[in-house]
């Protein structure tokens, strides 16, 4: 059987079985249904967005139960820019501040002896404030320090006052 669309032209092809080009189509596509296979199925979908929500639920109950922790930590990294900034003041001038002194020779040039002879303007924290610590408490500053160091920052921890256990306990330059 010779099947011809046009007039003065034949078709060999069109005399062999026909296969259902829809139906081949489909075994080869993934998706197996008749319209194209573009971008992700509403269950893929919602079954990411469900993963995700329960991996953020995860993280931020793990976060949320320990701002004693975060609280320490951050302390502790305070002082160890704190330390930083001393040691970059004794470099500079060859020793570090008073105890009257104190930290605020980091932020503003000290007016009592010793002075330096040279100062950064913008001090040497980059800022004309002096932190506190995560509890509100100033920090203290010891020329020499406790343990016969040059000089040593403390924070008394969340209680503010000498002593105390967990996030209470003391938090020294001394030890880090």
């Known amino acids: ?23 081949d189509r ?12 573009k971008g992700f199925s509403l269950i893929e979908v919602l079954v990411a967005l469900a993963i995700i929500s329960i991996l953020a639920g995860v993280v931020t109950i793990s976060v949320l139960n320990k701002p004693a922790e975060a609280r320490v930590v951050a302390a502790r990294t305070e002082i160890q ?43 040497y924290l980059g800022t004309r404030r002096l932190p506190d610590d995560p509890w509100g408490n100033p920090y203290i500053y010891l020329s020499p320090g406790t343990l016969g160091e040059t000089f040593e920052i403390i924070s008394y921890g969340r209680d503010g ?16």
């Open 1 to 23: 059987m010779n099947i011809s669309l046009h007039p003065r032209m034949s078709y060999p092809e069109a005399s062999m079985p026909v296969r259902t080009a829809v139906k």
């Open 81 to 123: 820019q704190l330390k930083t900034a001393v040691q970059i003041y004794k470099t500079d001038h060859g020793f570090v501040p008073t105890e009257q002194q104190g930290l605020e020779a980091l932020v503003t040039r000290p007016a009592t002896g010793p002075e330096p002879k040279t100062y950064p303007a913008d001090g």
């Open 161 to 176: 006052e000498p002593g105390g256990e967990n996030d209470a306990a003391d938090i020294s330059s001394s030890d880090l």
């Open 26 to 37: 489909d075994r080869t596509r993934p998706c197996g249904h008749n319209r194209a296979c």
